[in-house]
Antibody, heavy 126, light 107 residues
């Protein structure tokens, strides 16, 4: 069964750092780019970042560029999101998702994200 | 960046009604658009990819159409289990922007 399982969410203070993980199973992980998407309480979906299958290329939304870092370990079938300088507005459920597409050094193209994890909650509050 | 405008923000329809949700991109995005359904407290579910291809396992009452800048998600006969938020997302280049969402309710 194709599955994504996030972990690492929690409660932390503004300015803090947190790392999320997403364990993949049931498919050839290195063959797929992977993404992070978040959803603030009562709000819509926000794409955050995508990484190519090899890990060579990364792309970010302006809202998190310079603060968040996406990475992957294909030997462990695991995707990561390192979040630094966290703000109250980063409070959200964070999902990892599998896009069906292709990334090169300039851009990422896809047609949809067909597999999603169950999400992990990050709360930033003093 | 390419903007994606989804409408309406909410709608209420009767069981059996035909429901249409639209997304408009500010520039041409070919067919790089997907539609998702998210029920309360649940994970988003892919309904349509490449603008018009039905994801495996999705009921045939859902359909997508459009190319270029204008796209439509249609529910041919609304069912009680279709109560959810629906989102489009464009994928021709980053950022992969989502539409603002449409809340679908039963009248």
């Amino acid at each position: 069964e194709v599955q994504l399982l996030e972990s690492g969410g929690g409660l932390l203070q503004p300015g803090g750092s947190l790392g999320l993980s997403c364990a993949a199973s049931g498919f050839t992980f290195s063959s797929y780019g992977m993404s992070w998407v978040r959803q603030a309480p009562g709000k819509g979906l926000e794409w955050l970042s995508t990484i190519s299958g090899s890990g060579d290329y990364t792309f970010y939304a302006e809202s998190v560029k310079g603060r968040f870092a996406i990475s992957r370990d294909n030997s462990k079938n695991t995707l990561y999101l390192q979040m630094n300088s966290l703000r109250a507005e980063d409070t959200a459920v964070y999902y990892c998702a599998r896009p069906t597409g292709y990334c090169d050094s300039i851009n990422c193209f896809a047609y949809g994200m067909d597999v999603w994890g169950q999400g992990t909650t990050v709360t930033v509050s003093s | 960046d390419i903007q994606v405008t989804q409408s309406p923000s909410s709608l209420s329809a009767s069981v059996g009604d035909r429901v249409t949700i639209t997304c408009r991109a500010s520039q041409v995005i070919s067919n790089h658009l997907a539609w998702f359904q998210q029920k309360p407290g649940k994970v988003p579910k892919l309904l349509i990819y490449a603008a018009s291809t039905l994801q495996s396992g999705v009921p045939s009452r859902f359909s997508g159409s459009g190319s270029g800048t204008d796209f439509t998600l249609t529910i041919s006969s609304l069912q009680p289990e279709d109560v959810a938020n629906y989102y489009c997302q464009k994928y021709n280049n980053v950022p992969w922007t989502f539409g603002q969402g449409t809340k679908v309710e039963i009248k």
